[in-house]
């Protein structure tokens, strides 16, 4: 979730500070953020929160920080816009200065020394680091690509002012690791534009183009190629709305005249001159294209013969989502072209060339690979030795890995016990892995409450022990009210048998748990209670 | 899960029989099989069943059929073992006849006869079968590629048999779809020979191999190379034995000399000179390369070095679980290959030049695609108009719809309203959707029973009602206990208010949701349950 926490003394400065969807593992969460307990016992010396780029993976967690402190965020515009946008949507928040930064041009906080340098990437204004700091140079590359098609402002980004920090020397780089079991170089975004180009070019029928709403030069890219070729543009989904409005008022996004439609006005123009920019290349539930999907979207519905485009990637713990989205486009009798078997999507971060590109540039005393699962930080790691940083110089740390980085080198200090933040409706909630633990067992076998009524005293049975369930699978030949009643007739047996044990509760648990084992074949959750007077 | 059923008349025969391991959306359920319940009600009528190969999602349903009726099964010897094997898991089920069938070699079932076409898979003993009905030839190819460089018994198994068929006429054409959205052909599976060749020539030190245990070929493939190069293989996981044993015991295995060591006797080698063939390329909970993965496998520790191969395609669903094993095998100092990355695996299944061969050489009149998704049943059905099928004549069916052939062509007949039978323990259970919508409901939001004593005729209190909560998520700030007391306070109130409204347990359910949702921001299930005398 990319949080990097920097210390200097009494100084602690963040880059990034994000969020991540959780798996389904965490049933019923919103969000996740990093655990923040560590930053936020020693929030008074944070100096600031340095923004690498717009991604809700790297801003995303700041609200989280709010709650406890004033904060000083350096950005650039778009990014700050975004999260003006975002804490809009939270309540009794701590204020934010804002400290507008730009590319080159460097600027202090604490003892470091920032030098923001521009890298390529799938938003626009994505930036790395040089930080100088008393010990020496570190480089941190944000997440990127090299793309020398791609131009920015008329020219591309090159490597060269990593390589200046290079050459002046450089202590220890963090670099980007996501695609660092892929081989070679990733394409440009330029040749997805082509792709586009041909495509719509092609076109027989409305083109549905489905994908990130921070992707502004894509969507720039393909409303000017629809301008070329005089097709209309509409816009679906929420945040392809707010990103979209955003980047033009900020002058980042040039839309050509008369290209943007309004997406109720579809059907006034010819089903070849239109394409659709929408939300949902992830299966996101609420989003445009899901509901278009499913039928159930109030303005758009599939018609035979539409051209539905994901151009993005299957985000992993999202396939069978996204798959199940694709079946119900096609049921409706759409075409769907997606990254696996059409070229309608680049990542935004660099292949193992480039990787191999940033380590020469830099060519740093000391290695840690970044952004990634294990295997990417893993594979990193043996490129760096490939180019010769020395087995002790590089590690792989996970969340919570304290690193010590001196003159010398990097030392591995303490590793603090994480729990990822879980959020409910924009709500901090205590829920440790052992809850989301149980929250699993209660979907895995169901449930069985069983409620006794008695004397304190002398025990005797007030009523008629009774039992409710939830979520218990029977076996077919098996009538669930009888087997209820079963239980109930096993409690009271099962009562009078223990009423006087001190642990009466835990036996009743078990003896439930024997009865249902037996009667459906596993043991459901068994939760007694006992009523006394 | 393949159940093909095909009626003529009072007669009834089944093609396959298979299971599907389930997603998470059926939580707690260790398979899935088709729907029978149509099949039951007319089982008098079934002639028999005919099996295409032996993988799971074609045999592993039959079991539960055998619950009611002895059968007449129709395979080759490798599948016959295989079920003889699973029947032993299961208790209490009537017999199976097996008739032994042979490629080419026709037989008749009722009044249909057919000839079993062999073809190449990812199992040995693969077949389609071309069937003479009353009205016409059905032809079904089972699940199959074109393997042109795969030698079975000396020479390569052709398409001619099929062309035969085609020439003579054919009426329906039911073929694989699974590789229906891949362009150009499946790689052979002597390419992958020839990687391992090269990997093995190249190894330093240990490597695993995780693959299906019924891909005997590529045991065997592997087998060879490793005694060509003077190595030795060891073997790990349950069915990796029981597979290649069976496979030895019909002499379908050549296993060379002194090859096979014990998995125990690892440490007597070098370790650039064993090879271990292991389950778990789908990181299954129990299997062995996961339970190495988590470094608590009895016999198997992960040296510094080794090289782990996935022998596999990474099936839709396990993504999360595979990555999650290839973390921890690289947290232990593996380095992993998988098939994203590495030519280690080729599919069993025809991409679209295949499936176009089968369509070119079958020349049906009409075209069924089966196998596969919706989206990949739409893409195999636009490649059969591509040679010459009319629409009319192409249906692409989903689970349950009936299919009625005629020598004039296809025609939709009613759609069956299926539920998958769920099955935990090897038992059927009785689950339908809703039940595992309230499952997954459970996880999400924790369950809240409340209980409370009343005088069935006063309606007073004779206690104060109790709450007894699972799975809940408080914010950071709540003390869950005092939140339950409040609760308690809360339903007493709500007792008063309504105590002899009729609807009284739907209020207190409303309530006490309307006080969780203040309290912890969601609304658990809420469950009240009253005693009375």
Redesign the interface.
């Known amino acids: 979730m990319n949080c990097l926490v920097v210390e200097w003394g009494e100084e602690m400065i963040l880059i990034d500070c994000g969020i991540q969807f959780p798996?389904?593992s965490y049933?019923?969460?919103d969000l996740l953020t990093p655990d923040l307990a560590y930053v936020k016992r020693r929030i008074r010396h944070l100096k600031g929160v340095i923004i690498t780029h717009g991604h809700d993976d790297h801003i995303g967690g700041i609200p989280f920080l709010l709650r406890e402190k004033n904060l000083d965020v350096y950005c650039t515009p778009f990014p700050e816009g975004l999260l003006r946008n975002k804490l809009a949507e939270y309540s009794d928040l701590k204020e934010i200065t804002y400290h507008r930064i730009e590319p080159r041009v460097s600027f202090e906080v604490g003892s470091f020394r920032f030098d923001p340098i521009p890298v390529a990437h799938s938003i626009i204004e994505a930036l790395g680091f040089a930080m100088e700091t008393p010990i020496g140079t570190i480089v941190h590359t944000g997440d990127f690509k090299h793309d020398p098609k791609e131009l920015v402002n008329g020219k591309a980004l090159s490597f060269a002012p990593f390589a200046e920090w290079g050459d002046k020397g450089v202590l220890c780089l963090f670099s980007d690791s996501t695609n660092a079991?892929?081989?070679g170089h990733t394409p440009s975004e330029l040749d997805i534009a082509t792709s586009f180009e041909r495509l719509l070019g092609e076109q027989t029928a409305r083109i549905f183009i489905a994908l990130f709403a921070s992707n502004i030069k894509r969507i720039e890219k393909i409303m000017h190629i629809a301008h070329r070729q005089g097709k209309k543009v509409a816009l679906g989904g929420r945040s392809m709305h707010s990103y979209t409005k955003l980047a033009f008022d900020q002058s980042s996004l040039g839309i050509p005249p008369e290209t943007l439609i309004l997406l109720e006005d579809l059907d006034r123009y010819p089903d070849n001159q239109v394409i659709i920019l929408l939300t949902g290349s992830q299966a996101e539930p609420q989003s445009a294209l899901v509901r278009i999907s499913q039928d159930n979207h109030k303005e758009v519905e599939i018609k035979n013969g539409d051209t539905i485009i994901l151009s993005s990637r299957f985000i992993?713990?999202n396939?069978?989502a996204i798959?199940q989205m694709?079946?119900h486009l096609?049921?409706q009798g759409a075409?769907?072209l997606y990254e696996?078997?059409h070229q309608v999507h680049v990542s935004g971060h660099g292949c193992q060339d480039e990787l191999m590109m940033m380590l020469e540039a830099v060519k740093p005393k000391c290695f840690v690979p970044i952004h990634g699962?294990?295997?990417h930080l893993?594979k990193h790691a043996k490129l760096a030795r490939r180019v010769g940083v020395s087995e002790e110089q590089i590690k792989i740390i996970e969340d919570g890995q304290i690193l010590e980085v001196s003159k010398d080198g990097l030392a591995l200090g303490e590793k603090l016990e994480l729990e990822k933040g879980?959020v409910?409706?924009g709500?901090?909630?205590?829920?440790g892995r052992e809850?989301f633990t149980?929250?699993?067992a209660?979907?895995?076998?169901?449930?069985v409450?069983l409620?006794v009524?008695k004397n304190a005293r002398s025990h005797k049975l007030?009523?008629d022990p009774?039992i409710?369930t939830?979520?218990l699978?029977?076996?077919?030949e098996?009538n669930p009210a009888e087997a209820v009643l079963e239980a109930e007739k096993k409690a009271k047996e099962a009562y009078f048998k223990y009423a006087k044990e001190p642990d009466v509760v835990e036996r009743l648990r078990i003896e439930m748990r024997r009865f249902f084992k037996k009667r459906?074949?596993?043991k459901p959750?068994v939760?007694p209670?006992i009523?006394?007077?």
Do not use: W
């Open positions: 798996d389904a049933s019923g969460v079991e892929r081989m992993p713990g396939e069978r798959t694709i079946d096609y049921r075409d769907v696996s078997f699962e294990y295997r893993a879980v409910v409706d709500l901090f909630m205590a829920g809850l149980q929250r699993a209660l979907a895995k076998a169901g449930i409450f409620a009524f007030l009523a009774i409710a939830h979520g699978l029977y076996q077919r098996i459906v074949s596993y959750i939760i209670m009523l006394e007077v």
